[in-house]
DNA sequence: GTCTATATGGGGATAGAC
DNA sequence: GTCTATCCCCATATAGAC
């Protein structure tokens, strides 16, 4: 969608700032890699825009307020990974037509399309963003939570339950529950893998964390 | 260790701040609610003072500066912890003097320490707190994550790894840490789960909490 | 130890020239 | 659309009287 240099150079006065890119969009990526990197109330918009190469006053004629700025940094990378959400739920669907869908192939299509969608610097911050989302104040997360995952969600915890059919109905919540916190730490890179392994381990290495957390959330959700 | 009412109430004006409870102990109180509810950045050190009924320059006298009045908040309340974990991993070792802590077993003497913390409101602000360190800004949470816990999980990860030698170190490194990402999440009560089960379940049951998450990680970390 | 007053800077937001 | 200058509030932190 948009060119962007590595977002995390971000901190380094303007010189990420792509010249061909349009005002708008130069705005959104540093916002979202700041937002990403230390939060809404971390980040200030005077950060934001002299890492964007930018005025104060732009980014309020092309965003508004701060908060509508930090919603609209994060429906714009959140709108790819609902869409891709919604297409692996399709496929692994359209790959069981009977309707059983098998335990695995539905974590995969459940996680694949978070962390697949940290091969961009666009994407990682987006999916850092969505990651600390329950962690800002004044409810911006949740707000913003249900406008984009909502509904893709409820369909992933019918097909969930469909799957998980020896466990109750609570039981069954309180297991999706533990993988959301399972996926969501995993997309933020706390460092903790690397401390953990002595640096045998690479947190950031999106394509292993999915070959290793499917198997480990699978055996967790269909455990007795 | 100190006297206090529900430190969530500490949003309105001073009065949670009961008058028997030290000046230290009452700005403690008070900033770790705020800093629980509302991160590093998100909390204003007059929030703190004027919740505990005392002015700003006593805050400073007891404490000094902002970042050193967060850590002597959470330190006082993790201290607990780290020795009831100390304690609990002692006591599964005890029961199994061969060495060998049945998988459930040590699973369950890693969260529980955490889970039943929150029994009191000091206690729910310390994991809140806990929960959310990493995404606090400028890499406080590391260091004091690195004073309190390192040397605590240290053992357990090692009886972790002791109790699956089936596993590579490097995939039992990540499940480890999958495992950290599921009980922080939960110890942060998102509302994410009462609003999966349309409010069936309470993510406040930290008692339910780890029955219910203690079958599902060990069936998770010693997955094939 | 406690308090008022204040220094100093940062932050969000806007007015108004160009 | 872009920019400078500025308003005004809030924030951390301290000086210094009591």
Redesign the interface.
């Known amino acids: 969608m948009s060119v962007l240099t590595d977002a995390r150079e971000a901190g380094d006065a303007d010189a990420a700032a792509p010249v061909g890119a349009s005002v708008r969009n130069r705005i959104l990526d540093h916002a979202q890699a700041l937002f990403a990197e230390?939060?809404?109330?971390?980040t200030s918009t005077r950060a934001i825009a002299q890492g964007a190469g930018v005025n104060l006053a732009q980014l309020h004629y092309y965003f508004g307020a701060k908060r509508d700025l930090f919603k609209a940094a994060y429906l714009r990378g959140a709108a790819h990974v609902t869409e891709a959400r919604s297409r692996a739920l399709d496929q692994a669907r359209a790959e069981h037509p009977d309707g059983d869908i098998p335990l695995e192939r539905l974590v995969r299509a459940f996680v694949e399309p978070f962390m697949l969608n940290t091969a961009t610097p666009e994407g990682r911050a987006t999916m850092a963003m969505h990651a600390?989302l329950?962690?800002e104040?004044d409810d911006i997360g949740?707000e913003v939570l249900a406008q984009v995952y909502d509904e893709t969600?409820l369909a992933y915890?019918e097909a969930f339950r469909r799957a998980l059919p020896h466990l109750s109905?609570?039981?069954a919540?309180?297991?999706?529950?533990?993988?959301?916190?399972?996926?969501?730490?995993?997309l933020?890179r706390?460092?903790?893998?690397e401390a953990?392994?002595g640096g045998?381990?690479d947190?950031g290495d999106f394509a292993?964390?999915v070959e290793?957390?499917v198997?480990?959330?699978?055996?967790?959700?269909?455990?007795?």
Chains 1, 2 share one sequence.
């Open positions: 230390q939060g809404y109330a971390g600390r329950h962690t104040p949740k969600t915890t109905f609570e039981t919540c309180w297991r999706l529950y533990f993988m959301m916190g399972a996926y969501r730490y995993t933020m706390t460092g903790r893998l953990m392994s045998l381990c947190s292993r964390a290793e957390i198997p480990f959330l699978a055996a967790g959700l269909k455990a007795p």
